[in-house]
């Protein structure tokens, strides 16, 4: 039973660099979610996928930071010239419709 | 805009004590789903349960519980009986569906649950 998986799990970066996260969903899962965790607070949506078709993004996803669904199954988030805000849990999230969203357990980054 | 307010920060009960995480929400949909997850030390967070709000009737699975009326806008969580392996954050969110396909996960802040030995 494979469920929601990221990498890298870590990541420690120099602010201005540019960085890119992978998520791989449940098989079966048309839907994928990224979202952002900070210290204390509930995750935040960013976007999500059904299949390969970004349709929605969060206001919070500036324009440094992208993502992609090539071919409907894995995930990317890239952010560019990172800074010390970005800093945060990165959980990416699968699901079968609207059922319920199933989690990864995340990358965590760290920007010096 | 869809919000989830949880107040309780933190709840500290000892061990076998029952425990009520409130959870309100706002939102302008007719349609929309509400969840529990909980998210153990270990950070990843696990999904509890889900309900659509045409689906007032409350669940109970084991020790867990949950309470929803669109009345009031909750969505509360009981657990009775509490075990110190129940301590965690636990998240009450929302999803709203707005016709032109459903949006991301609205969640609260969290409530902290410390069950104490």
């Known amino acids: 039973d494979t469920g929601v998986s990221q990498d890298p799990r870590h990541k420690i970066t120099k602010r201005g660099q540019n960085v890119t996260f992978r998520c791989d969903p449940i098989?079966?899962?048309?839907?994928l979610y990224w979202y952002r965790q900070t210290l204390g607070q509930g995750p935040e949506f960013l976007t999500y996928?059904?299949?390969?078709?970004?349709?929605?993004k969060s206001r919070l996803l500036s324009d440094r930071f992208s993502a992609e669904r090539p071919k409907g199954s894995f995930s990317t988030l890239e952010i560019q010239r990172t800074e010390q805000g970005d800093s945060a849990m990165y959980l990416c999230?699968?699901?079968?419709?609207?059922?319920?969203?199933?989690f990864g357990p995340g990358t965590r980054l760290t920007v010096t | 805009a869809q919000k989830v307010t949880q107040a309780q920060t933190e709840i500290s009960v000892v061990e076998k004590e029952d425990v009520t995480l409130d959870c309100v929400y706002e939102t302008r949909d007719t349609t929309y789903y509400l969840f529990w997850y909980k998210q153990p030390p270990s950070g990843e967070l696990v999904f509890l349960i889900r309900?659509?709000?045409?689906?007032?009737q409350n669940e109970i699975s084991g020790r867990y519980s949950w309470n929803f009326q669109k009345s009031t806008s909750s969505f509360n969580f009981t657990i009775t009986a509490s075990q110190v392996v129940d301590s965690a954050v636990y998240f009450c969110a929302l999803m709203g569906y707005s016709g032109g396909g459903a949006d991301g996960l609205t969640f609260g802040k969290g409530t902290h649950l410390i069950i104490q030995p």
């Open positions: 996928f059904q299949n390969e078709a970004q349709l929605e």
């Open positions: 309900r659509n709000s045409f689906d007032e």
């Open positions: 999230a699968s699901s079968l419709a609207q059922d319920e969203q199933y």
């Open positions: 098989s079966e899962h048309n839907r």
